[in-house]
Nanobody, 126 residues
Framework: QVQLVESGGGLVQAGGSLRLSCAAS????????MGWFRQGPGKEREFVAA????????YYSDSVKGRFTISRDNTKNTMYLQMNSLKPEDTAAYFC???????????????????WGQGTQVTVSS
């Protein structure tokens, strides 16, 4: 069983930055592929970014590429999402997700992830 807990959300002005964290329980963190998804008001949940178990492969949605950076520290069982140049349209609940042995082609597919956190709210004011 894997438990995920997000933190780091909050209220920030447009152009500002936030860093989200996702802490995982258990001793299997280094075997997990991890991802960030978000769900804005009145919108469906969408893919944001993902990272392979080693951190060697990174994936981003076009909407955040160049502004967000995903990373992980396997010694701390934690994944991060550094968000820069935030825009009002980035306002959403952000969720971290995890899965073992995820195929490269499925990193952006939320249905491929079995484990999910509760989410952390990010609000960007204009």
């Amino acid at each position: 069983q894997v438990q995920l807990v997000e933190s780091g959300g909050g209220l920030v002005q447009a152009g500002g930055s936030l860093r989200l964290s996702c802490a995982a329980s258990g001793r299997t963190f280094s075997s997990l592929a991890m991802g960030w998804f978000r769900q804005g008001p009145g919108k469906e949940r969408e893919f944001v970014a993902a990272i392979s178990w080693s951190g060697g492969a990174l994936y981003y949605s076009d909407s955040v590429k160049g502004r967000f950076t995903i990373s992980r520290d396997n010694t701390k069982n934690t994944m991060y999402l550094q968000m820069n140049s935030l825009k009002p349209e980035d306002t959403a609940a952000y969720f971290c997700a995890a899965e073992f042995q995820l195929r490269t082609s499925r990193f952006d597919d939320q249905a491929s992830y079995r484990y999910w956190g509760q989410g952390t709210q990010v609000t960007v004011s204009s």
